[in-house]
């Protein structure tokens, strides 16, 4: 089993590492049926800033960039609309983005009382553990877990991916991508074995195996 190379360290020590490190998750890219409609459901209902469009018509495709904050220190989602192209399948691959807030309970009726979104997990202790989490999907059905946290820089926190091996891909997110494992999570009762990877605090990658 692959031990964190942070792992036993504590996190004050862990967070220095951050500060010599200047490497960063810049964007997630993904395809979207409507872009205008998710641009309304990421910026009325999750708070996100439109950042910038560009169309590439020689190409057939839009590409709008949306996030908290400016991307040259910010984590950015990027959409891409293929012109005609209005559905996709998202696959199990694929997990969650987290967005922290610090009253998920009020995001919450925020979403519900929206015409775009809505909540399919009612805010609450995430099973297994304390923290307060609520699920939204977007209108392509991308998944966005809001997660009740303080104050941050980086609301944008987490991409959730499952895969098959998780050693194979810790392996590969440290040796090939220079990233550190900060601490794994088992969630035997839940059959869930997963923790996070650290990219660049205080955005993170969650990786999970079933
Ligand atoms: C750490 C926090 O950001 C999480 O995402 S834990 C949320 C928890 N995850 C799982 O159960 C993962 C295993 C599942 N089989 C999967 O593949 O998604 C979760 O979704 N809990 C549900 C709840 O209602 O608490
Ligand atoms: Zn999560």
Known sequence: MATGSEAGKPAE??????KQDKKRMLHAVYRVGDLD???????ECFGMKLLRKRDVPEEKYTNAFL?????DSNFALELTY??????????????HFAIA??????????????????????????????TVI??????????????QRGPTPEPLCQVMLRVGELDRSIMFYEKALGMKLLRKKDVPQYKVYHMPIVVLMPFFLLILID
């Open 13 to 18: 020590v862990v967070l220095e590492w951050p």
């Open 37 to 43: 409609r998710t641009i309304k459901c990421y910026t």
């Open 67 to 71: 996030g908290f904050g400016p991307e």
């Open 82 to 95: 293929n012109y005609g192209v209005d559905k996709y399948d998202i696959g199990a691959g694929f997990g």
């Open 101 to 130: 807030h610090e009253d998920v309970y009020k995001l919450a009726e925020t979403i519900k009382s929206s015409s775009c979104c809505k909540i399919t997990r009612e805010p609450g202790p995430v099973k297994g553990g304390s």
């Open 134 to 147: 609520a699920f939204a999907p977007d209108p392509d059905g991308y998944m966005f877990e809001l997660i």
